[in-house]
């Protein structure tokens, strides 16, 4: 069992940044390949950025390459999802979640996870 709790989410303007954090219980961290997904109201779940156990490998949705960045540190059992550049089209709740998989996996398909959290609010104002 794996509990998720998400935290930095906030109303900030355009072309600000913010850094999400994603806190998980339980020893087994480094088993779990992360992901960040994001839903805006009247809109479908939307896969942000995945990043691999190991951390050597990362992936992102085309509408945030080159502004956000995924990273973990195992030590901690977080996850990161550093954003940079933001715009209104990125307010949404963002969600993080957790796969069972293998080492060097990027995980993009929301069926594959198994555990998320309860999400965060990001609001960027024009």
């Known amino acids: 069992q794996v509990q998720l709790v998400e935290s930095g989410g906030g109303l900030v303007q355009a072309g600000d940044s913010l850094r999400l954090s994603c806190a998980a219980s339980?020893?087994?961290?480094?088993?779990?390949?992360m992901g960040w997904f994001r839903q805006a109201p009247g809109k479908e779940r939307e896969f942000v950025g995945g990043?691999?156990?190991?951390?050597?490998?990362?992936y992102y949705a085309d509408s945030v390459k080159g502004r956000f960045t995924i990273s973990r540190d195992n030590a901690k059992n977080t996850v990161y999802l550093q954003m940079n550049s933001l715009k209104p089209e990125d307010t949404a709740v963002y969600h993080c979640?957790?796969?069972?998989?293998?080492?060097?996996?990027?995980?993009?398909?929301?069926?594959?996870?198994?555990?998320w959290g309860q999400g965060t609010q990001v609001t960027v104002s024009s």
């Open positions: 979640a957790a796969a069972y998989t293998s080492l060097f996996t990027v995980v993009v398909d929301a069926g594959v996870y198994t555990y």
């Open positions: 339980g020893r087994t961290f480094s088993s779990y390949a």
């Open positions: 990043i691999s156990r190991s951390a050597r490998n990362t």
